[in-house]
C-alpha cells in the first residue's frame, strides 16, 4: 500500500498528462512519461507512448461540457492508477528517482497553464445593493497563444 505522499505524486501525474496532452509541452512531457514507464525498455516505451497518444486522442475526441469533463476524469484516474502500480512495485531507492522525474513532468505540465489576468476599473461607478450602475472599464487578458 502506497504512503499518501505518493498517491499524490501519481495524482498529480495523471493530471499532469491530461492538462499538457495538445499543448506545445505534450511531446517532452509524453515522452517522459514514456520513458518512466518504459523502466529502460525499448518495447515497453513504445507502448507507452502508444497509450499516450490514445490518452490525447480521447482528449480531443470529447466535445465541450460534460462529456469532455467526464473523458478528463477518466484519463487522470486511469494514470494516477497505472502510476501507483508501478511506485508500489519500485524498491524505495527507485521509487524516489522516479518521483523526482514526476514532480519534474507535474511542473513542465503546470507551466503551460495559461495565466489569466483579470483587472476591473470601476472608478465611475456607483455601487447600489450590489449592483454596479454607471460606467467603468473592464480589461480581461488571457494569455492562451503565450
Known amino acids: ?26 511531446n517532452g512531457i509524453r515522452g517522459g512519461f514514456a520513458r518512466i514507464f518504459g523502466r529502460g525498455e ?5 507502448a507507452e507512448l502508444e497509450r499516450l497518444d490514445q490518452t490525447q486522442a480521447a482528449l480531443e475526441a ?3 461540457g460534460d462529456e469532455a469533463e467526464r473523458v ?21 531507492a527507485e521509487q524516489r528517482q522516479v518521483v523526482a522525474e514526476l514532480q519534474t513532468l507535474v511542473a513542465q505540465a503546470e507551466a503551460t497553464k495559461p495565466n489569466e489576468t483579470v483587472h476591473n476599473d470601476f472608478s465611475r461607478a456607483t455601487f447600489t445593493n450590489s449592483q454596479v450602475l ?9 494569455n492562451y497563444d503565450k
Open 62 to 64: 470529447a466535445q465541450e
Open 1 to 26: 500500500m502506497l504512503v499518501e505522499g505518493l498517491v499524490a505524486v501519481a495524482a498529480a501525474g495523471g493530471g499532469a498528462i491530461v492538462q499538457a496532452a495538445g499543448t506545445d509541452a505534450w
Open 72 to 92: 478528463q476524469i477518466a484519463q487522470v484516474s486511469r494514470w494516477q492508477t497505472r502510476l501507483e502500480a508501478l511506485l508500489e512495485e519500485l524498491p524505495e
Open 42 to 46: 525499448a518495447g515497453r516505451e513504445q
Open 134 to 142: 454607471g460606467s467603468g472599464s473592464m480589461t480581461v487578458t488571457n
